[in-house]
């Protein structure tokens, strides 16, 4: 019975102001973000990435003669296919990604292997090399094995 005089009366309404939109009413209630870019350093801290792998000796050794093998017989254009490693410009580490295409030239003032398509892969960077012309120059120069 406290409330029998203002229960059937109707909602009061300004004369001076609209009513706000359902929009609007309900922007009030929006999440609010008190540190402006927290998630976004938060998925960039949990983003993995690769360490650079060390070439042992033997290894280099041979990336060494691949390369040999692909400047003497770069007018044949090989095809090859290069794995390498690409520093992560906001973090330690990278990731390897992989390359195909056809052996162009070697530039020595980079240090890079240059494919047709224009290509360019730091030696330093690279972690393996493979392509049918070692094994075909490999096969003649070891038959037997």
Same mark, same amino acid.
């Given at each position: 019975?406290?409330?029998?005089?203002?229960?059937?009366?109707?909602?009061?309404?300004?004369?001076?102001?609209?009513?706000?939109?359902?929009?609007?009413?309900?922007?009030?209630?929006?999440?609010?973000?008190?540190?402006?870019?927290?998630?976004?350093?938060?998925?960039?801290?949990? %983003?993995?990435?690769?360490? %650079?792998?060390?070439?042992?000796? $033997?290894?280099?050794?041979?990336? $060494?003669?691949?390369?040999?093998?692909?400047?003497?017989?770069?007018?044949?254009?090989? &095809?090859? $296919?290069?794995?390498?490693?690409?520093?992560?410009?906001?973090?330690?580490?990278?990731?390897?990604?992989? *390359?195909?295409?056809?052996? %162009?030239?070697?530039?020595?003032?980079?240090?890079?292997?240059? *494919?047709?398509?224009? &290509?360019?892969?730091?030696?330093?960077?690279?972690?393996?090399?493979?392509?049918?012309?070692?094994? $075909?120059? *490999?096969?003649?120069?070891?038959?037997?094995?």
């Amino acid at each position: 019975m406290r409330y029998d005089k203002i229960i059937n009366m109707p909602h009061p309404s300004s004369k001076k102001h609209y009513p706000m939109s359902v929009y609007n009413r309900a922007a009030q209630f929006a999440p609010f973000a008190a540190l402006s870019g927290y998630d976004e350093a938060v998925t960039e801290t949990a %983003r993995l990435t690769d360490s %650079r792998l060390e070439l042992d000796d $033997d290894r280099a050794a041979e990336l $060494d003669m691949k390369t040999q093998i692909l400047i003497e017989h770069a007018s044949e254009l090989p &095809e090859i $296919d290069i794995e390498y490693f690409v520093a992560d410009r906001k973090k330690s580490g990278g990731a390897y990604h992989r *390359l195909k295409g056809n052996f %162009r030239w070697f530039d020595s003032g980079a240090g890079a292997i240059v *494919l047709s398509g224009g &290509e360019s892969v730091p030696v330093r960077d690279i972690y393996r090399i493979e392509g049918r012309i070692f094994s $075909d120059i *490999l096969g003649k120069l070891c038959p037997d094995s």
